[in-house]
């Protein structure tokens, strides 16, 4: 299939990459030069501008943007997408956005007569490259099955969550519960070692008793625990401190549009606010464990 791809930073430049090996041809855009040239090495064609990508000869354009800004502005702007692309296009963005910014699009592009979903993914950097993405998908059956065989190329587990804006609902829903899982993980980590215990054994007695979860179990916070976590070098890599400061602010706002209290996802979001602003933005987001322990955990 000809695909238009705009967005190859961290997560679009792999899933890009997860096209062509799947023997689509892309055409591509990206504000960053040396994004764009990493793909058309890999054999993609460099569009000049979002005008020109719409204009080409896609059927379908996906979008991997940083925020609800850079996706209204690709989509909505004075030469953006909908200004230029024909009906017929299918249009798929996977940036993570409020629901509410997800809807507005989406509205805008029916009003268009193009079929649009939102699609943001959790799985990371990682999951990216290895085409094993967690999608989330809002809008129409019928335009998640076309959305389908695509999806598949760099997912694994592709969901259908309800109407436009509803991947965004699941993707803020879960990950305020990372938020707060990492946080009381960190929190109890650090209370058991405080009183003495070894934190394997502990890690070890909370996964196999009713305190388990992901954050537990699989990302455990405490260096030196689980020997694949950010934790156990340095955390680096991983989901950002900052990424997850973003997600949290979309949680948040989406809560108040709605009038729902998130008590813990507000204080999730002014600790998370806090660390990143001790300089610790870039850092993995389980190095949050660092607000109850001091620096100690290098
Ligand atoms: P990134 O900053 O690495 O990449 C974004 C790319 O968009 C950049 O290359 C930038 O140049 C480009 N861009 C920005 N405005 C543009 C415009 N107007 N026209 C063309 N290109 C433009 O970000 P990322 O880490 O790839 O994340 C993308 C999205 O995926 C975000 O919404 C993020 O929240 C979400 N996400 C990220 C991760 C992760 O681990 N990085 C995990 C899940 C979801």
């Excluded at 537990?216 to 156990?232: E, F």
Aim: charged share 10%; proline share 4%; net charge negative.
């Amino acid at each position: 299939m000809n695909i238009g791809f705009i967005g190859l930073g961290n997560m679009g430049g792999p899933m890009a990459h997860n096209l062509i090996e799947a023997g689509h041809q892309l055409t591509v855009f990206d504000l960053s030069e040396a994004a764009v040239s990493g793909l058309v090495e890999a054999g993609a064609s460099a569009a000049p501008g979002i005008a020109a990508l719409a204009q080409s000869n896609v059927e379908l354009i996906i979008t991997m943007l940083p925020a609800a800004q850079h996706v209204k502005a690709v989509y909505l702007g004075e030469d953006g997408l909908l200004a230029h692309v024909a009906p017929t296009v299918r249009l798929i963005d996977s940036s993570t956005i409020d629901p509410m910014s997800a809807r507005e699009v989406a509205a805008a592009a029916a009003e268009n007569g193009n079929r649009m979903i939102d699609a943001p993914v959790s799985g990371g950097t990682v999951g990216a490259a290895a085409g094993t993405l967690t999608f989330m998908v809002g809008g129409e059956q019928s335009d998640f099955d076309a959305a389908l065989p695509i999806l598949q190329n760099m997912g694994k587990n592709i969901v259908h969550c309800g109407p436009a804006g509803n991947g965004q609902v699941a993707k803020v829903a879960n990950n305020m519960l990372l938020a707060i899982s990492m946080i009381g993980t960190a929190e109890a980590m650090n209370l058991g070692v405080s009183l003495g215990m070894n934190p394997k054994v502990l890690a070890g007695i909370i996964n196999t008793s009713s305190g388990r979860c992901w954050s537990s179990d699989t990302y455990n916070p405490y260096p030196g625990v689980i020997d694949s976590a950010p934790a156990s070098r340095a955390y680096s890599g991983g989901f950002g401190t900052d990424l997850m400061l973003k997600d949290l602010g979309l949680a948040t706002e989406a809560a108040r549009q709605v009038r729902q209290p998130v008590l813990l996802g507000g204080l999730a979001q002014q600790l998370y606010q806090t660390f990143s602003s001790q300089g610790n933005g870039g850092l993995d987001f389980s190095a949050i464990i660092k607000l109850f322990s001091g620096d100690t955990h290098e």
